[in-house]
């Protein structure tokens, strides 16, 4: 029977349908199939390290300030001489983006550590990133290293991640006494505290810490304002109650930027003299610069922020490749100094490591025990080690406070380490 | 028809079968992966998406109820099944029975008061419930749930080898295709099909509306909850209120479901073979350098395929292959274990009246005069408008009612009374002898009233049979049974040419002897004809007519709405007069035409002569 | 108790800025019956576009970027209906079509604006921003009050012109009855598309507004669009009288939730109401009920 099957329109439509199809198949076979490895043929082959951060989304300034360090850490690591026993290998990223989704970061992991040349990794940021990225490499059995704080990622019992930061538990134990300290040499005597910030769980675990600490010096919590991240859409009724209840110190949790500049606009606009003391190390991002006068006294805990022992070199080199490749930073925070909490440790362990195998880095991290050296310049406690969890050992735990003055921030505690000493309460 | 004959075993391999060899297919290719991670964790999360859209599907493509609001379900069974593991140890194999029914729960209650909406209405509607719960629990603390790891094993449901997960997602998007394919063919698919199309008239013809759609809801609702509890013991390891309530996941579910094609069984698994790898790639290749860029791809996506290709990727091939399927000569798709092919392709004999012989199901009562249908003291006002005063009217069994009168008079009004698409203010309306005045219409049309409309309320995207067939439904419950019934009907009305055909290629004619055959499958004791003439020339207003009274000399009482009162006199056993809400004659059509009221009011002086000499 | 009235103050502050994104969505809605999920992100990329850029580089006020996004977002809004929308318009599940495509919009918006200006919340810093006038106890926020006036100017201007303006009648009348419309000659694609392009550009101008007082970030529609939706829905759909009753409500509800529960759950209380009038009064405080046949 004759029948015209196919009428004109609608061959051209299937035709067009079937060139997209075949060229999908082709991209997508050609990504999976292809060679994603440049591996540059030199004396000794390169040492790849899977980098996974959220370079996307809502954390995408964290996630590129963090891997911005990172290269520059790596690249010093690089100019002096790589790995050197490993014939001077030098250390690669392999970056990955989490996206902003916990799904993504997984799958950056994996999409990353396809690689079978992928000795160790490092990532993700945010808490919920970071325990589905250590997950996925404690399954594929790579080393891991985190900056993260939050004490549930220890929780888990992995053996294969690293944590050269203390916990959000142990960095208010050391922290919020020394502010007591502060307060009192400045003649001011806390009573009362407030918490105001997001839920988050690494915010609520401080919180919880907080209010075991100041409850055993003494000090009561009048009120607690909390939101969920990014839910914040006007800070007036919370900066009311500060304002009514009028605490003497305020412990303030929260780390998306949009919501610190809400409260502290506030703050300012209903005059609000009450000091806040932050849990977050964001208080040093550069991107609140123009708000200087306005933070006047604010102060935060960090583990990680350029103090007196800091190499000079190491922060020309994280400003200059942020610069080359992200943005023109006027500081180095938080974010792009991490780095250097974990990767002159990371290759520490590879060089007593002496092998791209990763159990024996696995191995050789877990037993090291170092201070004192240029790979912990950068860390509070000068030294590194790990406990059975892969957190840094408790004999080098500690913590800098970092406080606002005139416009920039400075490491004001401990005294080691300070830059300006610290004052209490704007005027 | 017993159970287990060849033909019935036959139909079912034919049904099913494509599902399991697509399913054995996906589930090979995975395993010649083996050694790559990553490319299982990606099969595992096309078939999940693939699984997870499928189960939207129901509500949302069949039932024409977008869920704007889905991931609440997908959420509720993650964090049940969550919960219970972490907190009472319940092995996730049992939580995620806990996490549907938790799922469903909540379905219930959100279905309650929304859908009765409309379906905009209820889109927006359902967005709230993620977005009132999710800060809820980000409040009690539960924002970041971390999966204990118990070691791998069988009972906490966390293996080393992705493939095992694979595995489950396959079962689970096996089963999720099944439960479709079962409802594509079942009478519950066809009211889904039919309420999508026209509530109204679904309604109508027996189809109890709110009722099909919370169960399309709530089915929705509990596989999704499944597959979110499997989602999150296999690939996220860490729940966080963002993951399984987040925005992206609606946005994700649509955009495989569009492009897939609403409402179709393979839609959802294309799409999703296509975009969720898409994403990843385009994720790893420009993640960093354009973030964002895998939502800009969903989104246009989203944009082309709606303007482009609203039936999706699947739904444009099953159109194409259909439409070559008839031009072929090919018999219908729609088959039934046992049924012959009706590939009569006789002319279309429209000018002749069909015959209409005992229709099924009508209840043989001795043919003495009681009123089958009695309405008393109706009411009944729109807003300042009295649409309806004080009508009363008794109707006798198997005659044939005529209702006329101006525009405004209320004569649409008081079929809605009837039919139960309205209630009264006052009055009642009594079927053999009980107050029905209260029902709804479906109840009503399994009671034996059966209505066609005045805007021919025909579902356009079904065929004819389709349609009758949806008729036929409101007594019986078995697909094959309402296709024999569906089909004698049609021959009966002489459709049967016709039967294959969309409805909405019908001819005026043709539409009407379609909503009447349609309303004849009901099997009902009354039927409400609304205006049926409207359109058509003299000739076919005498054949309509004459189909009518046939109708009513099976037994079936059937009151016409009409103008064309000249038709109208030639039929009618009693007519009845309504102007502005009253009745203001009754009797038998020559009393009620020449009366005064009804003369002044509507024909004028010259017909009353002309009836008169004739 | 002055507590609660800069609460409430607060919240009249924060409803305007809802209720005048809320008039253009009941407006595009009342009008054409869509359902404009895009309808914040047209808001947020204002925020960006001019406002944020010309301040950037040419140091030029919110304010004045304000009056400059009223008709740029106008022309922006007309070629979306004409060329992209009106294609779906008209068929049978338009409703369900023209929501999803603008889901797409969004997508397409909120995306654009991550890759064109990154994720990182901005704020416009402005002198006005953070002073504030004292009024009693109570604390008024410049930049808030300059916004509430040019609101009650915009929206004004807006029923001026559907009241006063042949095209703006026209506007009103194909909301009622588009059918009678076409058949008295009115051309119906052209008023649809005045129709969404001045809704579009009401959102546009009240996006910029917002900008001056409140740190924004490319995904901000995300998190008001639900609340828009309730605005628009509480004030009874086709109503946009309605809507702006209903922005400002949630706006004050969500301020004076937080006397009563944590300020985490003030978006939760905010729902709750929605979902109730959607359950006892679904067409909202001034729509008609509609009829079923």
């Not at chain 2, 609403?262 to 994720?283: C, D, Q």
Request: glycine share 10%; hydrophobic share 45%; proline share 4%.
């Amino acid at each position: 029977m004759e029948v015209e099957v196919w009428q004109k329109g609608e061959r051209t439509m299937i035709r067009r349908g079937l060139t997209i199809i075949l060229v999908s198949i082709v991209i997508i076979g050609g990504f999976i199939f292809g060679d994603k490895s440049k591996v540059a043929m030199t004396a000794a082959p390169d040492i790849k390290i899977a980098v996974v951060y959220p370079l996307s989304g809502a954390f995408s300034r964290n996630g590129n300030l963090t891997v911005q360090g990172i290269k520059a850490a790596m690249g010093w690591v690089n100019d002096n001489g790589g790995i050197k026993s490993l014939g001077g290998a030098k250390l690669v990223p392999v970056i990955g983006d989490c996206g902003s989704t916990v799904e993504g970061s997984a799958n950056a992991m994996e999409r990353v550590c396809r690689d079978p040349e992928i000795v160790m990794a490092i990532g993700s940021w945010a808490s919920s990133f970071s325990m589905s990225s250590t997950e996925v490499t404690e399954r594929l059995g790579i080393p891991q290293f985190s900056e993260g704080f939050a004490d549930s990622l220890t929780e888990r019992g992995l053996k294969w991640s690293f944590y050269p930061n203390p916990p959000y538990s142990t960095l208010s134990a050391i922290v919020l006494p020394q502010v007591i300290e502060l307060a009192k040499n400045a003649g001011k005597s806390i009573k009362t505290a407030m918490i105001v910030g997001n839920n988050q769980a690494a915010s609520v675990s401080f919180y919880k810490t907080a209010k075991e600490i100041f409850g055993k010096l003494g000090i009561k919590f009048i009120g607690e304002e909390t939101w969920a991240i990014g839910t914040l859409t006007d800070a007036t009724p919370i900066m009311q109650k500060v304002k009514a209840l009028n605490p003497d110190v305020v412990v303030y949790m929260g780390d998306a930027l949009t919501e610190i500049q809400m409260v502290m606009m506030k703050k300012k606009e209903f005059d609000i003299k009450t000091p806040f003391m932050c849990g977050g190390g964001w208080l040093g991002d550069p991107s609140l610069k123009f708000g200087g006068e306005y933070l006047e006294s604010w102060i935060a805990l960090s583990p990680s922020f350029p103090h007196k022992l800091t190499p000079r070199e190491w922060i020309t080199r994280a400003l200059a490749q942020c610069r080359k490749e992200y943005s023109n930073e006027a500081w180095v925070g938080q974010e792009l100094s991490f780095a250097y909490t974990m990767v002159p440790i990371m290759a520490e362990v590879l060089e007593r490591a002496g092998s791209r195998d990763r159990q024996i880095i696995r191995d050789t991290g877990r037993k090291l025990d170092i201070h004192n050296v240029m790979a912990t310049r950068h860390i509070v406690g000068q030294g590194m080690a790990f406990d059975e969890t892969g957190r840094i050992a408790p004999k080098y735990r500690g913590s800098l406070i970092v406080q606002w003055q005139s416009g920039r921030p400075y490491p004001v505690y401990p005294p080691n380490l300070a830059l300006a000493k610290p004052i209490w309460g704007a005027k | 028809m017993k159970r287990g004959t060849p033909q019935k075993r036959h139909t079912f391999w034919k049904d099913y079968s494509p599902i399991l060899i697509a399913c054995v297919v996906g589930g090979m290719i995975s395993c010649i992966i083996a050694e790559n991670r990553y490319l299982q964790r990606i099969i595992l999360l096309v078939f999940l998406w693939a699984a997870a859209t499928s189960s939207f599907n129901i509500i949302s493509g069949y039932g024409g109820q977008v869920v704007f609001g889905y991931m609440m379900f997908v959420g509720c069974g993650a964090y049940t099944t969550v919960l219970l593991f972490k907190f009472a140890g319940i092995t996730p194999w049992l939580g995620i029975f806990f996490g549907a029914a938790a799922a469903g729960i909540v379905a219930i209650f959100i279905g309650l008061p929304t859908l009765r909406l409309r379906s905009h209405y209820f889109a927006v509607a359902t967005i709230a419930f993620p977005l009132i719960l999710s800060p809820i629990l980000d409040h009690l603390g539960l924002e970041e749930v971390t999966i204990p790891f118990k070691g791998y094993g069988f009972s906490s449901m966390q293996f080393t080898d992705i493939r095992v997960y694979v595995a489950i997602a396959i079962v689970l998007l096996a089963i999720t295709l099944a439960i479709i394919r079962k409802i594509e063919k079942s009478r519950f698919g066809f009211e889904l099909k039919a309420i999508k199309q026209n509530e109204n008239a679904a309604e109508g013809m027996g189809v109890d509306v709110y009722r099909t759609k919370m169960f399309a809801f709530v089915l929705s609702a509990a596989l999704g909850g499944i597959i979110g509890a499997v989602y999150a013991f296999s690939s996220l390891f860490v729940l966080t209120t963002h993951a399984v309530f987040g925005l992206f996941i609606i946005v994700r579910i649509l955009s495989i479901n569009i492009v897939g094609g609403l409402g179709t069984l393979w839609g959802p698994v294309i799409a999703a073979s296509i975009l969720v790898p898409l994403g990843e790639f385009l994720n790893a290749e420009f993640g960093a350098r354009a973030p964002g860029v895998q939502d800009i791809v969903y989104g246009t996506a989203l944009i082309v395929t709606i303007i482009f290709m609203p039936a999706g990727i699947w739904g444009r091939i099953s159109e194409f292959l259909e439409h070559r399927h008839r031009k072929l000569g090919g018999s219908p798709k729609l088959s039934f274990a046992g049924s012959s092919d009706p590939g009569e392709k006789g002319n279309i004999e429209k000018k002749e009246s069909p015959v209409v012989e005992n229709t099924p199901a009508v209840g043989t009562e001795d043919g003495h005069d009681r009123p089958v249908l009695q309405v008393e003291g109706i009411a009944k006002s729109f807003g300042g408008v009295m649409a309806l005063r004080d009508v009363s009217i008794e109707i006798p069994e198997g005659k044939v009612l005529g209702i006329i009168g101006p525009n405004g008079a209320g004569k649409t009004t008081l079929f809605n009374v009837i039919n139960g698409y309205l209630k009264p203010d006052k009055g009642k309306v009594l079927f053999e002898g009980k107050d029905i005045a209260y029902l709804k219409p479906h109840d009503l049309c399994r009671l034996g009233i059966a209505r066609t409309f005045q805007v021919a309320q025909i579902f356009n995207k079904m065929t004819v049979l389709e349609n009758i067939m949806i008729g036929a439904f409101a007594r019986h419950s078995s697909s094959l049974d309402a296709y024999a019934i569906a089909r004698k009907t049609a021959e009966k009305m002489r459709m049967t040419s016709r039967l294959n055909d969309r409805a909405v290629g019908l001819s005026i004619w043709e539409t009407k002897i379609l909503e009447l055959s349609r309303a004849l499958a009901t099997g009902p004791k009354v039927l409400l004809v609304d205006e049926p003439m409207a359109g058509l020339n003299p000739e076919e207003n005498d054949k309509i007519g004459e189909i009518l009274k046939a109708i009513s000399e099976t037994g079936i009482t059937v009151i016409v709405i009409e103008h064309v009162v000249q038709s109208l006199v030639k039929i009618a056993d009693l007519m009845v007069g309504l102007d502005e809400g009253r009745k203001v004659a009754e009797g038998s059509p020559e009393e009620v035409i020449s009366d005064p009221h009804i003369i002044e009011a509507y024909l004028g002086a010259k017909w009353r002569k002309r009836y008169a000499q004739s | 108790m002055e507590n609660g009235m800069q609460l409430i103050i607060s919240g009249i502050l924060v409803g305007v800025s809802y209720a005048v994104l809320a008039a253009g969505l009941a407006l595009i809605f009342g009008v054409m019956k869509i359902i404009n999920f895009a309808h914040a992100s047209f808001a947020v990329l204002a925020m960006y576009f001019p406002t944020f850029w010309f301040l950037q580089w040419w140091g030029i006020d919110p304010f004045i970027s304000a009056g400059i996004a009223l008709p740029l977002f106008f022309i922006l809004g007309y070629l979306t209906q004409r060329l992209l929308i009106e294609r779906v318009i008209g068929e049978s599940e338009s409703e369900t079509s023209t929501l999803i495509m603008t889901m797409g919009f969004s997508l397409l918006i909120d995306n654009f604006i991550l890759i064109g200006w990154s994720g990182a919340p901005r704020i416009i810093n402005q002198p006005y921003t953070l002073e504030t006038w004292r009024v009693g106890k109570v604390l008024v926020n410049h930049a808030q009050t300059y916004s509430l006036l040019i609101s009650l100017v915009l929206i004004g201007g807006l029923f001026l012109f559907l009241n006063k303006t042949m095209i703006g009648k026209a506007i009103k009348a194909a909301a009622d009855d588009p059918e009678g419309c076409a058949y008295m000659g009115i051309n119906l694609r052209f008023v649809y598309g005045v129709a969404f392009a001045l809704g579009i550009a009401i959102t546009a101008t009240g996006g910029c507004l917002m900008a001056t007082y409140r740190p924004f970030n490319p995904f901000y529609g995300e998190s008001i669009i639900v609340i828009l939706f309730a605005s628009v829905v509480l004030g009874g759909m086709t109503s946009i009288a309605g809507a702006l009753i209903g922005g400002l409500i949630i706006g004050i509800i969500q301020q004076l939730s937080s006397l009563v529960v944590s300020i985490s759950l003030q978006n939760v209380a905010v729902f709750m109401i929605f979902v109730l009038f959607l359950y006892l009064r679904p067409q909202g405080i001034l729509g008609k009920r509609e009829r079923l046949i």
